[in-house]
């Protein structure tokens, strides 16, 4: 594949819900474009895009896949993204790196939830838009329905430059309201002619609604329009190009990717009318803690950025970067800002689903692979040497749901810790780490599907099969009365004996206060050098659990009186007399359980509130209140004890269509009701 300048390159995110059909778009314009010798099917797993076996045996997308093409002397860089929920961080990564998202939306099914979410992150990000209807020859299709839920969600800015030409399985062509002309694709080839008779009316009529909407962006256009001229083709392109590119008009295309209508025509209009890297704002860098502008030129000094990473069974790491500014040439070396060690890249290629095509080299602007850098992760960036600037990475997306797990085989424990992190290179949106509480190892991502998919890519990659365990809830124990015990520890061992005792009194302290130690004795019953051997049994034995096994809290301990061997007192004959000393006054100062409280955040259409916080208040929450979110939404906030929100993920989905997000963080513990204890010691026995 040969080099282009960055004016000839597009940058394309296909983004929307799933099954809109974005991968057999993707595959469609490969095809158009003679990339690809057939057309590859979603249900079979013969696509370009959807090459993992995950994605081919669930039938969707769960990762970002490339897939660049010349169209009419441009290079168009696709990158197909998931439309999936568990996915969206793999879609919002591809905006970052887009210059023009095109929103594929069902003709059938409309706009969908994802296709909202997603759009208020590539709005959030600045990125210009565009729509693609599509499956216009489906049963119950149709445009005119799907584009007034267009206009209703997303407002006055969407902009149809077209109109289909029959209805569901008659749909053949579309008529352009730029040039007032049909184009047909009844033998598979576009045709051109006149609007059909019976569209006239209405394509003339969008026709001017569409003109009127474009000149207002250009003051000279519109001054010329209410004068009676009628601006030609060209100069309504040309306003359209710019209003596209500053992210204020969205046009609107249709077609069908699965019989090839149109598609030929989505691919000019992203040529002609779709921004290039050099229409795009200059990137933000950092160096310390100043800010700098860097703007897109193939002759400057080379600046990389890694958006995605791949773990390659036979080839290894492969790293896919765009070029923010020069031209990155084979055997460069650049700087990792984050780790500031040298990445020598070897041979560049371009990446077309799993396919290698071979580059010269990758110039400003555009989109590159390259295999087996040592220390880069994704959103690194990579830096001339001597230049460490960064460019700053997105901020890190905290995931909504926990599962445990464990090496199936025995043995496989270092393993499975080296393949997790392999597989975080891969996927940033995925958590791991140890509890050290709960001695579970826990894999943290953004749904069951996320989890799922994860846990077969250990298997396959890595050959690291695992078991899911029940979550551990890290309950705590706390009394509520007070008590006192003699702690005595008396061994004969032949020789020095072991000898201790020691009296100690136990009661409440404010809850959070943790654990408080003093010192009462008088008269040298305990010799000094012995008392903070009692402290520390005293803190290990409430560290290793109390009447139910949960390490104890919030709890004074005096130790007031003793007794003491001159020959066979010991500092360990002194931690086991305070360790068993609290073990007894523990069970007679009325102990209790705690379980943590965490502090929830869910952010919902106005529409879900009442739905959301009857929900809560069947958890066991308690509302502290609501709050107006900056889009519209309300912020429903509630302290939720954490066992009622280890599924909270799948739940919310379920219950607001997958429009509600939620934050959640530990607050703080509190009394377990006395009518959950039993469970609670049910779960114990079963873990144990």
């Not at 939306?105 to 565009?130: D, I, K, N």
């Not at 007031?560 to 360990?572: A, I, L, Q």
């Amino acid at each position: 594949m040969k080099s282009f300048p960055p004016a000839k390159i597009r940058n394309v995110a296909l983004v929307g819900h799933g099954g809109a059909g974005k991968t057999t778009l993707a595959e469609a314009l490969l095809s158009c474009a003679g990339a690809i010798n057939r057309l590859g099917r979603v249900e079979d797993g013969t696509t370009v895009a959807d090459f993992d076996p995950e994605e081919i045996k669930r039938g969707i997308s769960v990762s970002v896949a490339l897939a660049p093409f010349e169209w009419d002397d441009h290079k168009i860089n696709l990158l197909d993204s998931p439309g999936y929920a568990d996915f969206a961080t793999e879609a919002t990564a591809a905006l970052r790196v887009a210059d023009l998202a095109i929103f594929v939306v069902s003709a059938v099914e409309g706009v969908e939830v994802q296709t909202e979410v997603l759009w208020r992150a590539a709005a959030q990000l600045g990125v210009p838009r565009m729509v693609f209807v599509n499956k216009l020859d489906r049963e119950r299709a149709s445009f005119s329905r799907t584009l007034e839920q267009l206009q209703a969600t997303f407002g006055a800015g969407i902009a149809p430059l077209e109109l289909p030409i029959g209805d569901e399985a008659d749909f053949r062509g579309v008529a352009d309201l730029l040039s007032d002309t049909a184009i047909t694709y009844d033998g598979g080839q576009p045709a051109t002619g006149p609007i059909p008779e019976e569209m006239e009316a209405q394509e003339h009529a969008v026709h001017d609604s569409l003109v009127e909407g474009i000149v207002v962006a250009d003051d000279e256009l519109m001054e010329r329009y209410l004068e009676g001229e009628v601006p030609d083709f060209a100069e309504l392109e040309k306003t359209l190009a710019h209003g596209v590119a500053s992210a204020q008009v969205f046009p609107v295309l249709c077609g069908s990717a699965t019989k090839g209508v149109a598609v030929d025509r989505l691919a000019t209009f992203i040529c002609e009318i779709g921004p290039s890297p050099l229409d795009r704002p200059p990137v933000t860098v950092r160096a310390g803690d100043k800010d700098s502008e860097v703007t897109c030129d193939p002759a400057g000094q080379p600046l990389a950025l890694v958006f995605k990473t791949l773990a390659d069974p036979y080839v290894g790491k492969i790293s896919l970067f765009k070029v923010v500014s020069g031209t990155v040439r084979p055997d460069a070396v650049l700087t990792n800002s984050r780790t500031h060690s040298d990445e020598k890249l070897h041979a560049l290629f371009a990446l077309r689903g799993k396919e290698q095509v071979q580059v010269p080299d990758v110039p400003a602007g555009d989109i590159g692979a390259v295999a087996k850098l040592g220390e880069t992760a994704t959103w690194d960036t990579l830096a001339p040497k001597g230049t460490p600037v960064v460019i700053p990475p997105p901020d890190p997306v905290e995931p909504v749901l926990a599962m445990a797990i464990k090496p199936k085989s025995k043995g496989d424990e270092d393993k499975l810790m080296t393949s997790l992190h392999r597989l975080q290179d891969e996927d940033p949106s995925l958590q791991v780490r140890r509890d050290d509480e709960t001695k579970q190892t826990l894999l943290a991502g953004m749904g069951e599907t996320h989890l799922a998919i994860a846990t077969e890519r250990l298997l396959r990659k890595f050959g690291v099969e695992v078991e899911v365990e029940d979550l551990i809830i890290p309950y705590r124990e706390t009394i509520t009365g007070r008590s006192e015990a003699e702690g005595k520890y008396k061994k004969q061992t032949g020789g020095h004996g072991q000898f201790g005792v020691a009296f100690i009194r136990i009661e409440p302290l404010e809850r959070g206060k943790g654990f408080e130690f003093a010192d009462a004795i008088v008269g040298g019953a305990i010799p000094r050098q012995f008392i903070p051997a009692v402290q520390k049994g005293i803190e290990e034995r409430m560290a290793m659990g109390g009447l139910f096994g949960y390490p104890v809290v919030d709890v004074k301990v005096t130790v007031y009186d003793g007794k003491y061997h001159p020959v066979d007192s010991s500092e360990m004959s002194f931690k086991m007399a305070g360790s068993l000393g609290f073990q007894e006054a523990m069970a007679k100062a009325a102990p209790v359980l705690l379980e943590p409280i965490s502090l929830l955040e869910v952010t919902v259409p106005a529409a879900y509130q009442g739905d959301v916080m009857g929900d809560l208040n069947a958890r066991r929450g308690r509302l502290q209140g609501t709050e107006q979110g900056n889009d519209g939404d309300q912020i429903v906030i509630a302290k939720v004890p954490t066992a009622e929100l280890t599924r909270y993920a799948i739940d919310l989905r379920s219950l607001t269509g997958g429009r509600g997000r939620f934050t959640v963080r530990h607050d703080h513990y509190d009394l377990l009701p006395q009518h959950l204890w039993d469970k609670v010691k049910r779960e114990t026995t079963v873990a144990s």
